[in-house]
Nanobody
């Protein structure tokens, strides 16, 4: 089993930055695919950024150039650096992981393990 715990959410003004972290525990290796998803009230869950075992990344068009996904394999921690935040970035952000993957995917169907989420609020 794999457990994921997010942290780093908070409230910022538009244009600000936040860094989210996702600490993994249990049987997880550097070969895992991991990703960040977000869900705003009344909206569907959206894949934001993903990273596979060899470090290849994928981003949603809405965050390209502003968000950066990375991971520290030694610390089993996934990060999401969010810069130039916009009000439309406000949502509950969750991390996800899956051992069986080949490419970084923004589909929620590709992930078996999920964290509880951390809230991000952006004021205009």
């Amino acid at each position: 089993q794999v457990q994921l715990v997010e942290s780093g959410g908070g409230s910022v003004q538009a244009g600000g930055s936040l860094r989210l972290s996702c600490a993994a525990s249990g049987y997880i290796t550097s070969n895992y695919c991991m990703a960040w998803f977000r869900q705003a009230p009344g909206k569907a869950r959206e894949g934001v950024a993903a990273i596979n075992g060899d470090g290849s990344t994928k981003y949603a068009d809405s965050v390209k150039g502003r968000f950066t996904i990375s991971k520290d394999n030694a610390k089993k921690t996934l990060f999401l650096q969010m810069n130039s935040l916009k009000p439309e970035d406000a949502a509950m952000y969750s991390c996800a992981a899956n051992a069986r993957c080949y490419t970084a995917s923004l589909s929620s169907l590709a992930y078996a393990y999920w964290g509880q989420g951390t809230q991000v609020s952006v004021s205009s």
